[in-house]
């Protein structure tokens, strides 16, 4: 399995980013797809998910300003990122769980700045 993310980049505080994590592959299974950032020293940390059955969770830090959504064909996450901050300044990552028989697997990560 094969996740390419796409979308990030530099942008000023207010503004907004669409980010894209596009799976490929032998995929068997999606048990849920999801959106996590990091920033040096810390651990990541989960910003947006959203299960197989479409129901979605957010971090409180981006409840009201993000969105995750998917393809008909569930096997694209989108992450529509609005009224940016500079601590949303991170590298986000996308994560595929296919369930418990399988390992999850991640994207290359995809570096958005922030600018105040």
């Known amino acids: 399995v094969h996740l390419v993310e796409s979308g990030g980049g530099l942008v000023q505080a207010g503004g907004s980013l669409r980010l894209s994590c596009a799976a490929s592959?032998?995929?068997?299974?999606?048990?849920?797809m999801g959106w996590y950032r990091q920033t040096p020293g810390k651990q990541r940390e989960l910003v947006a998910a959203?299960?197989?059955?479409?129901?979605?969770n957010y971090a409180d830090a981006v409840k009201g300003r993000f969105t995750i959504s998917r393809d008909n064909a569930k096997t694209t996450v989108y992450l529509q990122m609005n009224s940016l901050k500079p601590e949303d300044t991170a590298v986000y990552y996308c994560?595929?769980?296919?369930?418990?028989?399988?390992?999850?697997?991640w994207g290359q990560g995809t570096q958005v700045t922030v600018s105040s």
């Open positions: 994560k595929l769980d296919p369930g418990p028989t399988w390992p999850d697997y």
């Open positions: 592959g032998s995929i068997f299974s999606i048990n849920a």
């Open positions: 959203i299960t197989s059955g479409g129901s979605t």
